[in-house]
């Protein structure tokens, strides 16, 4: 239940953000992430990967497993931040560290999220 509640908050992020970012690319960039969210979902949930605190995946251990699609998934989204930095006058930095937020605060329990320190923790 609460992978699916998660997965709700992560495509309604993912949603609000792409509102944002009227003028980019934003139908296939939603698609594309659309279509990576499961397997991004089970890589949390495995603890393989985590939210950042600079609003992208990251690999908390040393297993690497589909790291082309998290490279595809971190650039999808600094198209987005980059974009709304943009719109909104800001830099990227800070367009990409209120994103951390926001993720880091909704993501599930069990997965792992990186503190502003840097250090990984659990949630």
Known sequence: MRIKQ?????IIGIAAVLTLADS???????ERMKERLPV???LKTQGIVGENNRGYLDFVGNEKTHE??????NQDRKTVYAHIAKQQNTSLSVVEKNRALQLIERAAPGTYVQMPDGTWVQK
């Open 24 to 30: 980019v690319p934003a139908q296939g960039i939603k």
């Open 40 to 42: 991004i979902a089970q």
């Open 68 to 73: 082309a699609l998290i490279a595809q998934e």
């Open 6 to 10: 998660w997965a709700l908050y992560t």
